[in-house]
C-alpha cells in the first residue's frame, strides 16, 4: 500500500477514536492507534506525547518478536491484550482477607510481612486497614522541602512536560527494541523521580510508599533523573508475591545520571510463577538502561527476580562520562517450569570507566536459565576496566543453566575479564550440615544464601533481609 | 544472479564421471548452498566476520599442481613425516612422500580412495559434517573433488607424523578449492596428523576445507591445524570430531596467516572416558580478521573437555573467540574447562569473544574464563631491573603468553616455527637470536 494511502486510513481512525470512547473507561481488547489515543487522552496528556506514542506504535509496526533469547513460549497475541482498564473499584476487590487465597497467605506468613501489609498486597481493600496515606504524606513533605520531585510518570507529563519531554526516550529510544516500543505505545503508568543539582535524596524512594502503587499496570514506564553531584536510590517491587490477571509485563526503567550523581536502583521482582506446569505465570519483558552521562557518575543496578513464568531483562549501563562507574548485581532463582534469560550489557564510552557484573544465577526443578551479558569496550574507552564473575548453582538434574557472555573489546588499554563456574551443592557441604542437625532444607538454604551473599549485601538493608526468606520459599520443594 | 549461484556455475564445468550417488550429493549440497546464501551479520554464528570478500571475489578452480621444489621448500615444514601434498587443491604426486607407510595405515588422496572404493569412502564422509553445518560446508559438498583420506587400523601407532599440506600460490588470477580431509583412527590407534596450510606472498586464494576425524574406543589423535596463508588468502574451515569410548583428541589450532580466517571445531563426546583437548593460538596483525568457533557437545557421562585459546592482536587486526560446551541432559560426572586470553597490543585492534556454556545435568563441573588485557607492566619492570631493555622485556612477555599454548605442542618443529613467527612478528621487530639467548640465560639464572 502506498505511504499516503496508509497515512490517510491511519488519519480516519484516529478521529474516529477520538470520539467514541473517551466516556468508557475501559477499552476491548486489540491494538491500534485508536487505543493510543485512547490512553492518552484518558491521562489528559499533551499533544506532543500522543505524537511521541504514536511514533513509536508505528515503529512496532514494523518490528518482529526478538528469537535470540534462550525461552520457549507460545506466540503472543497483542490484540487480545486490553490495553488500559481504569483501576478497580472497592465493591469488585476482596473485602477482607479472608477471601484471600490461602496458599497466598501462607507465603506471606513465611516473609514474615506485617498483617497490615498482607491486606494491601493481596488487593484487599485497604481504605480504613492501612496507614499508608499518612506516612506518603510525612514523605511527600520531606521530599518536597528537598526539592525531589517523585510522582507517577502520568502526572509528571502533565505538571513538568519540559523535564519529561526533555529525558523520556533519551535513553530506551522508541524503536529501541520491540517491548520497548510497545511499552512507549500504550504505557499507562511508572513513577518519575528528578534530583536537582547537588541534593542528595533524604529517603530511600520506594514504589512501593506511592500512593497508586496498588495498581502498577503491566506496561509501566519509569524514568529517574539525576541532576549533578545528586544521589537517589530507589527500590522497586516488593519481596511479596503479587498477582496479577495481566499476562504480558513489558516496563521500561530509564534512568540519566550527570555529573557526579549517583543513581541505586534496586529490584525485587516476585510475580506470579504460573502453576506446576508453567501456566498463567507473567511474562516478564523488561528493558532496563542507565546512561552515566556526567563525568564521574554513577549507577548500581541490584536484582533479584524470583518470579515470573518469563523473565526478559537486561539492566544496561551506558558509560559516556569520564571515569563513571556502572555496576550489576543479580540473583536470580528459577524453580518449577520458569524461564530466566537475564544479564546486562555494560558499554564503555569514555575514557576510564569501570564496571562490575555479580551474577548468581539458581536453577532447580524443570527450570532454564540463562546469563546473557555484553561488555563492549570503544576506541576511546582509554583504561576500561571490567569485572565479570557468573556462577551457577544447579539444583536436580532436570534444570538447565546456561551462560553467554559477549565481550568486544576494542582498546588495548582495556583490561576485561569474565569468569563463570557452573556446579551443584556439594554433597559434602550438605552432609557437613546435616551431620550437625540441619534439616536437607535448611542446609539447602544455608548453602544458596551464602552462595548469593556478594549480591544481597548490596541490597538495601530492609530487602536484603526478605530477599533471603523469598530465596527460601521460591526454592521450597527443590530438595528431597 | 545472487553471490551463490555465482559460485555454484562451476559445477557446470567438471567432469562427470562419478558415481551418481555421489553426484546426488552435490546436487544437496548445491541447493542447500543456494537455499542458505552466504551467511551475513545478522546470523549469530557470523555475527563478527563479514564474508563479502569471498561472497563478492570472483575464483576459478584449480586444474593442475605445478610447483617446483624449491618453492615448495619455502611453504612446507622440513618434517620426517609421511606427506601429501595438495597445490590449490589439486593433489601433487611429485611433492607427496608416502614411501614407508607402516602396515595397517593408508594416506591416500581423496580421489584415488574413490576410485578404489568408493562406498567405504564415501559413507563415512560427511556422516558428521552435512550440508546443514553451515553455508560453507554445503558449498563445500558441492564443489569438493580432492582431499586427504587417513584410515589408521585398530591397535597401530603410526610413529611417524601424517603431514598433509595444501599450498596456496600466487596465481595470475584467483583460485578456490574445496579439500576434505577425512581421518578414521581405528581402536586403540595412535597418531599425529598435521593439517598445514601455507600461502605464497601474494597468493590471493580462497580455501573452503571441511575435515572429520572419527576416534574408536580408546583411539588417540593429536590434530595439528597450522594456518600460514598469505595476507590475502581468504580461508574457511571446519573440523568435526566424534569420539567414543575412552577416546583421547587433542587439537592445536594455531593461525598465523591470512586475511580473513574462520575455523569451526566442533568435538562430540559420544561415550563415557572421552576427553577433548583444545588449544588455539592465533597472532594477527594489519587488518587481519581471524574467527575461531569451538563446539564441545559431552553427549555421554563421565566425558571431559579442556580449552585454552589465546590471542595475540596488533594494528587494525581483529579476532573473534566464541566457544561453546553443551551438556547434555543426563550427561553426569562432567567436567569442562574453558579459557580464552587476548592480548592487545594496538588501541585499533578488538576482539570479540563469547565463551558460552549450555548445561543441562547438574553433576558438573564447568567453568570459564575470559580475559582481554595488555602486557603486565609490573613483568616489564621485573625484567628492565635484570637489565633488559624495555622492548625486549616487552617481546619477552609476549613470547611467554603465546607460550601456554606452544608448551604443549609436542613436535618441535612447529614450536620453534611459531615462535619465530610470533616474534618475527612483534611490533619491536627485535632479534630473535638475541632473544633466545635471553631466555637461555633466564633459565640458566
Redesign the interface.
Known sequence: MASQEMEELVQREYTQGFVTDIESDTVPPGLDENTIAFISNKKGEPEWMLEWRLEAYRQWLTMTTPS?A?LDYPPIDYQAISYYSAPKKQEDKPQSLDEVDPKLLETYEKLGIPLHERAALAGVAVDAVFDSVSVTTTFKEKLAEAGVIFCSISEAIREYPELVRQYLGSVVPQGDNYFAALNSAVFTDGSFVYVPEGVECPMELSTYFRINAANTGQFERTLIVCDKRAQVSYLEGCTAPQRDENQLHAAVVELVALEDANIKYSTVQNWYPGDEDGKGGIYNFVTKRGDCRGDRSKISWTQVETGSAITWKYPSCMLRGKDSVGEFYSVAVTNGRQQADTGTKMIHIGEGTRSTIISKGIAAGRSDQAYRGLVKVG?RAKNARNFTQCD?L???????????????????????????????IGEDQLFYCQSRGISEEDAVNMIVNGFCKDVFQELPMEFAVEAEALLNVTLEGAVG | MSAAHAFLQRLGERADDEPTWVAARRQAGAARFEALGFPTKRD?AWK?TDVRRIAEGEFTLADDAELDEARFAALGMPLDAHRLVFVDGVFSADLSDLTDLPDGVSVEPLTTAMRTNHEAIGGAIGRLAGVDFSPFTALNVALSEEGAVVRIGQGVVVEKPIYVVFASRANESARMSHPRVLVMAGARSQSTVIEHYAGEAGAANFTNVVSEVMLERGAIVDHYKLQEASSEDLHVASIHVEQGRDSRFTSFNLNLGGALVRTDLVTDLNAQGAETNYNGLFFVQGRQHVDNHTLVNHNAPNTFSNENYKGILNDRARGVFNGKVIVK??S?QIEAYQNNA?L???????????????????????????????LDEEAVFALRTRGIDEQMARGLLTLAFAGEVMDQVRLPVITERVERAVAGKLPERFNLADLVEVSDALEEA
Open positions: 535470540w534462550h576506541p551457577s544447579l539444583i536436580g538434574d532436570r534444570c538447565g543453566a546456561h551462560t553467554f557472555p559477549y565481550q568486544e573489546i576494542g582498546n588495548s588499554s582495556a583490561t576485561v575479564e569474565h569468569e563463570a563456574t557452573t556446579s551443584k | 549469530e563478527y541432559r543426563d553426569q587476548n592487545l597490543l594496538s588501541d585499533r585492534a578488538e576482539i570479540d569473544t563469547k565463551p558460552e556454556l549450555e548445561i543441562y545435568a547438574d553433576d558438573v563441573k564447568c567453568s570459564h574464563g575470559a580475559t582481554t588485557g595488555q
